[in-house]
């Protein structure tokens, strides 16, 4: 199989302001359910900054992401759960929501982008160091990924944009999942070249990739998951380590 990674609007209330970074607003995501009895709804508001960096905004990855998550909410309580990448991090706020403890993560090189995070967190309701725990974590660099907690899952919204820098996130995977034996990796990504491929980098590192299908992610919150990819193609890949598949 190869993991080829070739490569809007939704139901989210926009509330724009005006500050000294531009234009700034809040994007409110909306997840729900009516197929049990009692209703039940979460809604995340998101500080976006559109003329910002990659990690200003909320790409069409993260929301995705985000319903899967939440439509399997049970599993997530004590869960502990690392998002790489974070940007808005809209997923990782949804699984701390969710019962979960998350640590989100972010280049140690963009305070900004950190402190953003953070943003995202206080608005809504989880207080870093706290409820929430946010970090410097460079992929490639492991020397932070000694200071993490145990996990049970790694997740990331699209991270493999830069084919140049896929070795760095895949070497922080094996890496994660070596020191985490039985946890798993579970990312969207967005399809931007039919060159790109991560199949030898999984071989070379003994990762197992398997697609998550996708069809009925986001109907609990009667979301089409088309609404949030705006014409792009999105998938989800589960990453576990090879020898993990033997044993089980
Ligand atoms: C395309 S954005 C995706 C953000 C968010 N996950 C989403 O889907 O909305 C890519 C994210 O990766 C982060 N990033 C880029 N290079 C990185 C690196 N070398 N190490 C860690 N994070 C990095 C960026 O700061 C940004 O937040």
Redesign the pocket.
């Known amino acids: 199989m190869r993991f080829h990674m070739n490569g809007g609007s939704d139901d989210n209330e926009i509330v724009a302001a005006t500050g000294s970074e531009g234009a700034a607003h809040i994007r409110k995501f909306v997840f729900s359910s009516n197929e049990r009895s009692v209703n039940e709804r979460l809604e995340i508001k998101i500080p976006e900054i559109l003329q910002g960096?990659?990690?200003f905004?909320?790409?069409p990855?993260?929301p995705i992401l985000a319903h899967f998550l939440w439509e399997r909410r049970q599993s997530l309580v004590c869960k502990r759960i690392l998002?790489?990448?974070?940007?808005?991090?809209?997923p990782g706020i949804v699984a701390a929501k969710c019962g979960a403890q998350v640590v989100l993560?972010?280049?140690c090189i963009?305070p900004k982008?950190l402190a953003h995070i953070r943003k995202s967190c206080v608005a809504n309701q989880l207080q870093p160091g706290v409820d929430i725990d946010v970090v410097g974590?460079?992929?490639?660099l492991l020397n932070s990924v000694f200071r993490l907690p145990p996990l049970d899952l790694i997740i990331?919204?699209?991270?493999f944009?830069?084919p140049t820098?896929f070795e760095?996130i895949i070497v922080t995977i094996a890496f994660l999942l070596e020191r985490n034996r039985g946890a798993k990796f579970i990312f969207t990504y967005q399809e931007r070249s039919a060159d790109w491929s991560i199949e030898a980098l999984l071989k070379k590192w003994k990762l197992h990739a398997a697609s998550i299908n996708m069809d009925e992610i986001g109907k609990e919150s009667g979301i089409d998951l088309l609404e949030f990819m705006g014409g792009h193609t999105i998938h989800m890949l589960e990453i576990t380590l090879v020898d993990q598949l033997v044993q089980t």
């Open positions: 960096a990659y990690s905004y909320t790409w990855s993260a998002e790489l990448g974070a940007g808005t991090a809209l993560s972010d280049s963009l982008s974590l460079s992929w490639g990331a919204a699209d991270c944009y830069d820098v760095d």
